[in-house]
């Protein structure tokens, strides 16, 4: 087994084990909680997902900048290292203080939340203000670990917080905990596993240090690069979480819940593509910064098909056993209501997860500028499309809309990297995917 393929397997295996975790404790958490309060928990973690805009892109930008940095044999990664975590430290502090002076504001004025879950949303915000910091760092040391191809310590980390992150409410919500104190457990959780992973980096590089350093011949690459990711990071959590906090705000925080669950079970699916395109980046920065271009073009070809036989089954489950599956899930209430949205969600995750592939390869291969302007231009469409359809068929137009969507994005990822990989076309694609070196290229691209 080659890198890729064995670190897209330590991949997969770290996404399947907290995806199964999850499947067993969420109906826990909605019976526990209710489906007001799960619905909460879902908006402050959508919350959550869109602080990343701190990160400016940095986690992104540091990966590609080592394993860069190593497939060159540069002497010295230490500046670059020290300089990206203690960056998003700061960068994640502002966004903590933008958090909890704004936390009664978005009780008040952005989501549509019971009074009588006004203090608890208040509680939930400020305390989930105190995750951004090991949220945002997390980004960078993990990148860090997989640009020297440690999946394996990396994957090792993350999984027990990220079962922790399911754990957690699901126990505490059976002992009677309140809301805001299950945020505060997976704070400390996150905690740990920052503190962990930070542990991890000084092993696997004892060179890095992690005294105060600034120096910005380092940082500019990471700056420049980082630029234009943060414009996604500030867009795409924007576009994934819209319908929610559309749906927050026009219907209320039930339809949350309701929209939440089967689009929480669907998107599991893209573990898929995400493991595969986990592994794929640092090496394609690697084979990007030697102009290898000839092996990047062959493993753009193997992943994309890899990852469309991959998910074109479960796709085809989740269209006709959905609604049974939600039903077996969550009981007949969420199977009534989802049973058209999970329909829908099955075809956009899909043609979703088809176009990480392109859109991980311009990233790789220094074009994050092109994604960022992509992504602008479809909130221009999405907003107003999604409030329209909301308006109209409620959860049902939340799926529509975000289907519409994401098959807008392929589209536009597919056309732009035809234009960058080299000796790759739409056109040719069939005749590269029944190559048999092509179909080797993953277990051999080192």
């Not at 330590?10 to 969420?26: K, Q, S, W, Y």
């Not at 704070?187 to 596993?193: D, N, S």
């Not at 669950?261 to 592994?279: N, T």
């Amino acid at each position: 087994m080659g890198p890729i393929a064995r670190n897209s397997a330590l991949n997969l295996v770290g996404f399947v084990i907290p995806l199964l975790v999850g499947l067993a404790t969420v109906p826990i958490i909605t019976r526990e909680l209710g489906v007001a309060r799960f619905g909460l928990l879902s908006l402050a973690f959508a919350v959550l997902e869109y602080s990343s805009l701190f990160d400016l892109g940095l986690g992104a930008a540091t990966t590609r900048q080592v394993s860069a940095s190593i497939a060159r044999r540069d002497p010295d990664v230490a500046p670059l290292i020290a300089g990206s975590v203690l960056s998003q430290a700061l960068l994640g502090a502002v966004g903590s203080v933008v958090l909890i002076l704004v936390s009664p504001l978005i009780a008040d004025y952005v989501f549509e939340i019971p009074p009588e879950l006004r203090s608890e949303a208040i509680a939930v915000f400020r305390i989930l203000a105190l995750m951004i910091p090991p949220t945002i760092i997390l980004l960078s040391l993990r990148g860090i670990l997989e640009a020297t191809q440690r999946f394996d310590l990396s994957n090792g980390i993350r999984v027990p917080g990220s079962i922790a992150t399911f754990l957690i409410p699901a126990i505490a919500a059976s002992a009677g905990e309140s809301l805001p104190k299950i945020v505060f457990y997976l704070f400390i959780a996150r905690l740990v596993i920052a503190l962990a992973m930070a542990v991890a980096v000084g092993k696997v590089l004892p060179s890095s240090s992690w005294k105060p350093k600034l120096e910005w011949d380092a940082l500019r690459p990471l700056f420049v690069f980082g630029g234009w990711v943060s414009v996604s990071n500030i867009v795409s959590p924007l576009l994934v979480y819209l319908d929610r906090f559309l749906l927050g705000a026009l219907v209320g925080v039930a339809a949350v819940g309701y929209y939440t669950a089967p689009f929480d079970g669907v998107m599991r699916m893209l573990i898929i593509p995400a493991s595969l395109m986990g592994a794929v980046y640092p090496t394609v920065s690697a084979l990007a910064a030697i102009n290898d271009h000839d092996r990047v073009a062959r493993v753009f070809s193997a992943a994309l098909s890899k990852t469309a036989l991959l998910v074109v089954g479960p796709s085809l489950v989740l269209a006709i056993a959905g609604p049974w599956l939600l039903k077996l899930w969550l009981g007949a209430e969420f199977a009534e209501q989802g049973r058209i949205v999970i329909r829908i969600l099955a075809l956009g995750v899909f043609v979703n997860a088809v176009a990480h592939v392109p859109s991980g390869f311009l990233t790789a291969l220094g074009r994050p500028n092109t994604i960022a302007k992509f992504h602008v231009a479809e909130l221009a469409i999405h907003l107003p499309l999604a409030w329209f359809l909301i308006v109209h068929w409620g959860i049902v137009g939340a799926a529509l809309a975000w289907t519409i969507r994401v098959t807008i994005d392929a589209c536009l990822l597919f056309w732009a990297t035809g234009g960058v990989v080299r000796d790759f076309s739409v056109r040719d694609i069939d005749a590269r995917l029944s190559s048999p070196a092509v179909t080797d290229s993953i277990s051999n691209v080192t």
